[in-house]
C-alpha cells in the first residue's frame, strides 16, 4: 500500500496531491514539470513536504500531524534516477553490494544471487562501468536500488537516456522484478507507452496536483483528460493469455474476453499472461464483418461512446465483451457510418501494428 497525501511549496511552485494505491507498480505519469519527480523526492526524504502524510503499507515515513520525519538513511527506499550514477572507481559487484553493506543479516530478504540472475549480470561483474553500454549500467544501478533491501523502489523516469533498443531490454526486466520481487514500485514518466505497459495503478499530475489515480486501462482511456494524456497517444489495453504460437508464420494467437488477437510471434509461453496497448489511430470500423481483406483481427464490438473533438477526430469507444478498445476515426467516417452509442460494429486491427513496446508480460 502506498498512501500519500502532501502538501508542499517549491520556490513559486505548489505541489497538493494525495493518491492511494495497492499495486506492483504504481505509475506517476504527466507531462514534464507536472510534479512527478517531485513527489518521489518527497516520498524518499530528500524533500520535505508542508504537511500531510506519506505511508507505506504501515509505516508512516511522514506524518506531520504526528510529528513523523524519518531521516533518508532509515526510509528503506531504492531510488533509481534517470542516469545510473554509477561509483567508476568500482566494479560491477562493488557497486551492486554498496547498499547492501549498510543492511544487517536479519535486514535482508532479497537475494544477491537471485538479482544478480534475474538482471543478467552474471557476465559482467568485474567490470568497471566505463566499459558497460546504457542499458547495461541502468541494469546495475536497478540491482544496487533493490541490493540495499528496499521496502518500495522508486524509480525516476529510468529510460530516458536509453535508445529504443535498450529501451525495451530495461522494460523486460523491470517485469521480471514486478513479478519477482514482493516490493511495490512506484515508476515516473511521461511516456505512455512505459506507463501502460508496466504499470497496474497510475496517478495522473499536472500542474502539482493529482488529476485521476485508478487502473491504468480506466484513467488512460478517459476522454476528458486527453489534454494531459496525449491527443496521438489515445489507445486501450487488452488483458489476455497467450493461446498459440505459429511458427510457420511466426505468429501469436492472443485470447482474452472479446476474442482473440494475432500479434508478430511473442517469446511467452502458452498461457502466460500479456498486456497489449492497442493506439486508438491503429483501429478501423466496419458496420459488415469484412471479407478478403488482409487485416487478420476483427473484432465484433458495440459503441459506448462518442467523442467528437474539435478538428476532423472523433474517438470511438466499443465494448469488446469486457474490455473496452477506442478507435480514432474522422467525422466524416464517422458520419458516413452513422456511428452512435449502442450501434454494433467491427473493429479492425493489422496485426503488424503490435510490437515489442505494445506488448508486454502482465
Not at 505548489?14 to 519527480?37: D, M, Q
Not at 487478420?296 to 478538428?311: E, P, S, Y
Request: charged share 25%.
Amino acid at each position: 500500500m502506498i498512501d500519500v497525501d502532501i502538501e508542499q511549496r517549491l520556490g513559486a511552485f505548489h505541489l497538493a496531491v494525495k493518491f492511494a494505491a495497492e499495486s506492483p507498480i504504481l505509475g506517476l505519469f504527466g507531462r514534464s514539470g507536472a510534479g512527478k519527480s517531485s513527489v518521489i523526492n518527497a516520498i524518499s526524504g530528500i524533500t520535505k513536504p508542508l504537511r500531510g502524510h506519506i505511508r507505506i503499507n504501515d509505516v508512516y515515513l511522514f506524518d506531520s500531524g504526528r510529528g513523523i520525519d524519518l531521516p533518508p538513511e532509515q526510509r528503506r527506499v531504492g531510488y533509481v534516477f534517470q542516469d545510473a550514477l554509477l561509483f567508476p572507481h568500482m566494479d560491477v559487484k562493488s557497486n551492486l553490494l554498496y547498499g547492501q553493506r549498510l543492511r544487517t543479516w536479519r535486514e535482508r530478504f532479497i537475494d544477491e544471487a537471485r538479482v544478480v540472475e534475474l538482471l543478467g549480470l552474471e557476465s559482467f561483474l568485474q567490470r568497471r562501468p566505463g566499459t558497460l553500454s546504457g542499458g547495461e549500467r541502468q541494469r546495475v544501478a536497478i540491482g544496487r536500488a533493490l541490493l540495499a533491501q528496499p521496502h518500495i523502489l522508486l524509480m525516476d523516469e529510468p529510460l530516458a537516456a536509453l535508445d529504443i533498443p535498450r529501451k525495451a531490454e530495461i522494460l523486460d526486466y523491470i517485469e521480471r522484478l514486478r513479478d519477482a520481487v514482493q516490493i511495490p514500485i512506484v515508476y515516473v514518466s511521461h511516456s505512455v507507452t512505459e506507463i501502460t505497459r508496466l504499470a497496474d495503478t497510475v496517478a495522473l499530475l499536472a500542474d502539482g496536483k493529482c488529476l485521476a489515480v485508478g487502473g491504468v486501462e480506466e484513467v488512460m482511456g478517459r476522454t476528458d483528460l486527453r489534454p494531459q494524456t496525449g491527443r496521438y497517444e489515445a489507445g486501450s489495453l487488452i488483458e489476455a493469455h497467450v493461446l498459440t504460437h505459429d511458427s510457420a508464420d511466426d505468429l501469436t494467437t492472443l485470447a482474452f474476453e472479446g476474442g482473440q488477437l494475432t500479434v508478430p510471434r511473442l517469446e511467452a509461453a502458452v498461457g502466460e499472461r500479456v498486456r497489449a496497448r492497442i493506439r486508438a489511430r491503429d483501429v478501423s470500423l466496419a458496420t459488415r464483418r469484412p471479407t478478403d481483406i488482409s487485416i487478420l483481427n476483427v473484432l465484433a464490438g458495440r459503441v459506448a461512446v462518442v467523442h467528437a473533438q474539435r478538428g476532423p477526430i472523433v474517438d470511438v469507444q466499443l465494448a469488446v465483451g469486457g474490455a473496452t478498445l477506442t478507435a480514432r476515426i474522422t467525422r466524416r467516417s464517422s458520419q458516413q457510418l452513422g456511428i452512435h452509442v449502442g450501434q454494433e460494429v467491427y473493429a479492425l486491427i493489422k496485426a503488424v501494428s503490435f510490437d515489442h513496446r505494445s506488448v508486454g508480460y502482465a
